[in-house]
């Protein structure tokens, strides 16, 4: 028998707030009638701010990885190369689907907990005298080690060897969460879901597309073809039937992203992801991410001395806590604490004080209190007085 709250700390998917829930209560409606393209219409103009895009931007139904595989059949073709750094669980799948689709996968492999080697892309992209080299990909925010690489780094390395590759990028654990510019970045696709940042249940794969992009000529398609997409924009349709409860969430979601603004959302994140890191540090265990300034805001991957699914399983088991275990080569080496979001510094202090006590019944020696006395340090005097006009 459980009871109270079960607490999710996993990277995704996150807790969906209250007023989401409640928004996707809806009964069954037509998703041809009159006023459904309205609505959608204005999901998609509120979602151009959260990628930082004033192109189109795609709704496809479909998790994450829908959306990795609608950007890339759209605007690749069999034999095109593609350079992509493995440097974690998503880039590394990231990678195979790319071969798995038939692309010529020029792979660089970096420690896991590295960033995105832009200097080694720099070099690559110089190289490519014949443009040889179709598409750049980034993963924004390495969700199983907890790295956030800069895109802004991987554009310069383009502008740099004056290549016209596409820029991908993956942001499905931080769009939403921590900044993303699509234009500024000349990001060609950007690919996230609804099941992070964007605090619904997953249902949607959300896509920036660049009129560069859309320009590209793809690969052989059946579902994702965007050119079936095309009337959502003009219109607000779907070609398929739409989760149509997931978009009534989305509309909460982004009103409540409208109502805190951007800039509070990400500063949230990173007051909030501090006082994490700083509970990490006072318990003398290390983050999987190699250096702190590629620390991301979303989630911390935490390496344990003990076998970290232990600590993973008596949280669960015991306190009805979830965190999300290590990916890959980090099965049993490290778990991870997802913060992004609808979170607040009393959630991340109950994350704290849980993995506290199944760290140290998995043999692990933490003083009890000391990463909740860190972080309650970083976030004492901090919150903004937001709260007093809802
Ligand atoms: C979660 C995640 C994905 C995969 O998303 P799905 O919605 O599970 O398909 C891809 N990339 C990153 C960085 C992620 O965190």
Known sequence: MRTGTNHLFIPGPTNVPETVRRAMNVAQEDQRGPEFGGFVMGLIRDLKPVLGTTQRVMLIPGSGSAAWE??????????????????????????????????????????????????????????????KIKAVFVTQNETSTGVTSS????????????????????????????????????????????QKGLMCPAGLGILGVSDKARASKGMRRGFFA??????QAAQGYFPHTPPTPVLHGLRAALDRLQAETLPAVYARHERLAQGVRAAVTAWGLETVCESPALASNTVTAIRTPVDAREVIRIGFQRYNVSFGSGLG???????????????????????????????????VTVALGSGVAAAQAVYEHQAPMALAAE
């Open 151 to 194: 895109v802004a780094a991987v554009r310069q390395a383009l502008d740099e060897a004056m290549h016209d590759a596409l820029l991908f990028v993956d942001g499905v654990s931080s769009i939403g969460s921590i900044p993303f510019e699509m234009d500024a970045w000349g990001v060609d696709l950007a690919v996230t879901g609804s």
């Open 329 to 363: 080569p980090l099965a049993g080496k490290a778990f991870r604490i997802g913060h992004l979001g609808d979170l607040n510094e009393g959630m991340c202090l109950t994350a704290l004080a849980l993995a506290e006590i199944c760290l140290r019944e998995a043999g």
């Open 70 to 131: 609608s950007a890339m059949v759209n605007t690749l073709q069999p034999g095109d190369r593609v350079l992509m750094a493995r440097h974690g669980q998503f880039s590394t799948l990231w990678a195979k689907m790319a071969t798995d689709l038939g692309l010529e996968v020029d792979a660089v492999d970096v420690a896991w907990g590295a960033g995105v080697p832009a200097r080694e892309f720099a070099r690559r992209l110089g190289a490519d005298r014949q443009g």
């Open 226 to 231: 965007f050119e079936d997409f095309e009337l």
